[in-house]
């Protein structure tokens, strides 16, 4: 597990609820905050180095993506299998995958970003 302090995840769904707050579309503005907690979860947790989180909205469309910086990641994470109902890890990527209208993974020199969108209106 790495080091970085997991109290900055719900100080960036703070953030992106205060970004969205007049963003037409309430429901994905809820499906945002989730899918940013498991980016960013995923990313504190699996490195030492922390991570950025941007998050652009343009033509009605939010766009946020969280870099890592580790190095010599030698392929980008897969979403894993389905999960035991009871378990609680693996399931960042699925749900991404899911709830996402849109999603990647961008190998970077040193790291990665893995990004999703959602469709909406703007305010």
Same mark, same amino acid.
């Given at each position: 597990? @790495?080091?970085?302090?997991?109290?900055?995840?719900p100080?960036? #769904?703070?953030?992106?609820? %205060?970004?969205?707050?007049? $963003?037409?579309? +309430? /429901?994905?503005?809820?499906?945002?905050?989730?899918? *940013?907690? %498991?980016?960013?979860?995923?990313?504190?947790?699996?490195t030492? /180095?922390?991570?950025?989180?941007?998050?652009? *909205?343009?033509d009605?469309?939010?766009?946020?993506?969280v870099?890592?910086?580790?190095? @010599?990641?030698p392929? &980008? &994470?897969?979403? %894993?299998?389905p999960?035991?109902?009871?378990?609680?890890?693996?399931?960042?990527?699925?749900? =991404?995958?899911?709830?996402? /209208?849109? $999603?990647? *993974? #961008?190998?970077? &020199? =040193?790291? +990665? =970003?893995? $990004?999703? %969108?959602?469709?909406?209106?703007?305010?």
């Amino acid at each position: 597990m @790495g080091g970085a302090d997991l109290a900055a995840v719900p100080e960036v #769904r703070h953030a992106l609820r %205060e970004m969205l707050r007049h $963003w037409q579309e +309430k /429901d994905s503005a809820a499906v945002a905050e989730l899918l *940013i907690s %498991e980016l960013v979860t995923n990313a504190l947790v699996h490195t030492d /180095d922390g991570a950025v989180v941007t998050a652009t *909205i343009a033509d009605s469309r939010l766009r946020v993506e969280v870099r890592d910086f580790v190095a @010599g990641v030698p392929a &980008p &994470p897969a979403p %894993e299998r389905p999960v035991p109902d009871d378990a609680t890890h693996g399931r960042g990527l699925a749900l =991404v995958r899911s709830l996402a /209208d849109d $999603w990647g *993974i #961008r190998a970077r &020199p =040193v790291g +990665k =970003v893995v $990004w999703f %969108e959602l469709n909406g209106e703007a305010a």
